[in-house]
T-cell receptor, first 114, second 112 residues
């Protein structure tokens, strides 16, 4: 079974703090994704990575950066957290980039910025 | 603009009853359509995937249908169980690129 784990289930940070969200997958998948999920908006893609040290912006990259130093680990960084970044963050991985490959999701991190 | 609309927004049914969730999309050119189930506090899990040439796909008590001409899909749940309580998300992909177009989901509550 594919397993995607995220470092925290719940996180509370203050405005202006630098926040790191970590994601690890154990299936040697090439592609990894970060989404945020907000009520009434559905899932929106922040960034994705198709290889180590490679990244592409998604639909809403502003205020975020990512890092992929190892194939199994993909980090989302909030350089200076703001209250409008309070959300559920979901990491996913897939074997291939084509959309016919299933994306496997982690359990999510619920981030609250106060 | 690629859009995915789901209805109803929420639904309450009695255990043992059947229900059908709807998904309409404008994604073009069409590649594939997935239904995901998301339990509260968990990540989404894929139930079915259908490509252009498929018009029905089953996964246990879940049956998805696709009408590519009218750009509509439905997810039918038979003999519902309490564990079916979740959000069901329709995801449609275009025939190019990596992007997934997510619906906002239908929240289903199955009551005893």
């Amino acid at each position: 079974d594919v397993k995607v784990t995220q470092s925290s289930r719940y996180l509370v940070k203050r405005t202006g703090e630098k926040v790191f969200l970590e994601c690890v997958q154990d299936m040697d998948h090439e592609n990894m994704f970060w989404y945020r999920q907000d009520p009434g908006l559905g899932l929106r893609l922040i960034y994705f990575s198709y290889d180590v040290k490679m990244k592409e912006k998604g639909d809403i990259p502003e205020g975020y950066s990512v890092s992929r130093e190892k194939k199994e680990r993909f980090s989302l960084i909030l350089e200076s957290a703001s209250t409008n970044q309070t959300s559920m963050y979901l990491c996913a991985s897939s074997l291939g980039a084509e959309t016919t490959y299933e994306q496997y999701f982690g359990p999510g991190t619920r981030l609250t910025v106060t | 603009k690629n859009q995915v609309e789901q209805s109803p927004q929420s639904l309450i049914i009695l255990e043992g009853k059947n229900c059908t969730l709807q998904c309409n999309y404008t994604v073009s050119p069409f590649s594939n359509l997935r239904w995901y189930k998301q339990d509260t506090g968990r990540g989404p899990v894929s139930l079915t995937i259908m490509t252009f040439s498929e018009n029905t796909k089953s996964n246990g008590r879940y049956t998805a249908t696709l009408d590519a001409d009218t750009k509509q899909s439905s997810l039918h749940i038979t003999a519902s169980q309490l564990s079916d309580s979740a959000s069901y998300i329709c995801v449609v992909s275009a025939d190019s690129g990596y992007a997934l177009n997510f619906g906002k989901g239908t929240s289903l509550l199955v009551t005893p």
